[in-house]
Structure formats: C-alpha cells, structure tokens
C-alpha cells in the first residue's frame, strides 16, 4: 500500500465542502431501501472528509461515526454539522484501519466509503470489517465511473490540459504521486468474505460554473490550492480565460456517473 504521507488533503477542506457536487437523492433512497433502514443502529463513514454524505444519512441512524486522517476536514464537518443541529454524529481523526483495530464490541448496520476506498488497503478493510458489520449490513463503496466510449467535454479537456501544464504530467497526491489500482473495487469485494452487488444510479446533470470548477480543483488532492503557492492567481486566471473563451457564459455541464458497489453480509 502507497505512503502518500500526512498532507494528502491539506488546505483542501473549505473547497471541498463549498464545490463538491452534492450527491444524488437517489443515492440515499438506494441505500435506505436496501438496507431497510429505520433509524435505529450504527453507521460508520471512512474517510468522511467535511461530512457532505455523512450528513444526509443523520435521520436514518440513531449513532453515526465519521473517521478521516485530516483534521482540517473534520473540523469543517463539526461546523457544518453544529450550524444543522444535528446531535448523533461524533468524528474521530485517526486512520481508518487503526480505527477498526481499536474496536471493542461495536458493530454497524452500514459503513460508508465514499470516493475513498482507492487510498484504503482494500483487501485488508474488508476483512477487518466483516466482522463488525452486523448480518444482513453491509459496507457501501460510493464512486463515480466513467461509461465505455464516454468522451469529455471541450470544457474538460481544457480543464485537463491546463492542470496538467501547473501541476505537471503526473498526478500529484500528497509528498508523492498517484497510482490508480489496477484491479476494480468489485473485484475486491467479490474476492472478500461479503457478497458483492453493484447498482448504477441514474445518469444526472451538474452545472458548473468558472468559480466552481476552480473551487472543485482546489478540493482535491492532486490539484491543491497550497501546489501552486505563489501562483495561484495566474492559474485562475488562465483557466476562467480558457473557459470564457469556450463559452462566454461561464456555464457548463456534465453528466455524472455515481455507482454504489456494496459489500453485503449475508450470514
């Protein structure tokens, strides 16, 4: 498993609770009705980062858990979620896999990855989860995907060839550079000892905006604010000129792809 060290999400967490795309209601349906959830039980969230899911599932748990390495991300999800009143939520910073090793006996009705599990060891969470999640729970790995034969947009090339001139060829993630996994989360869970399903929400359109698609970069880990120091402006500046020059609107959309593989415990 790569170190990416301590600073993968450092200085990210304003941008990512501000320009994240909100996830679908659909998603939540999903997963309520599969689960039958009723408020009651236990869920945990991994690498919740500001809460933006977590949050959504605060009516249908009576304890909710949210556990994230950055300390910047979960001071913004005890904002968010004080300013929404919300009283069943406790965040925990540490690494998710000591967090699981620490458990005494907890367990949960759900636990959450979202847009996290490629940073996990994915084998050894799912083994290390399966028995603290209560039969007939799950664990939920929520991602985006690409279809087959799916070409970006004119605005979105742009976007990539000017991230890739600031920020270099490859993509940065924390003191090192990226590696995708070359074996897909489905095929980690249906080699792990839950049963794996996967359900492709309905395809959606995001709008964005010059502002949020910069804001949008900067809450990542390969294009963070903090890479470009000094820079920064120049940066922004020659992105919104790139975009205005596409579409002098500055609106622009895409279609999302968000598919939820989960983990079930049968027996």
Known sequence: MKDYGPDLFKGTAHYYSKYRPAYPAELIRCIVSRFAL??????LDLGCGTGQLTVRFADWFEKITGVDNE??????A??????MRICNMHWVHGNAENYIKGLKHESFRLVIIAKAF???DRTRMLEQLH???????????IDSYTPDRKEPTDWQIAVDKIVKKWYGPERRAGNSTYTHPTVSHEDIVAASPFEVEVHRLPVYEHTWTVESIIGNLYSTSFASRRFLRDQAVLFEKELEEALLNLDSSGIFRAEMHTSIILAVKNH
């Open 118 to 120: 490629h940073w996990m």
């Open 131 to 141: 028995p603290r999640v209560e039969r007939n729970g799950g664990v939920a790995i």
């Open 71 to 76: 300390t910047e991300m979960l001071q913004e």
């Open 38 to 43: 009723d408020g009651r039980s236990e869920l």
């Open 78 to 83: 005890r904002r968010i979620t004080e300013e």
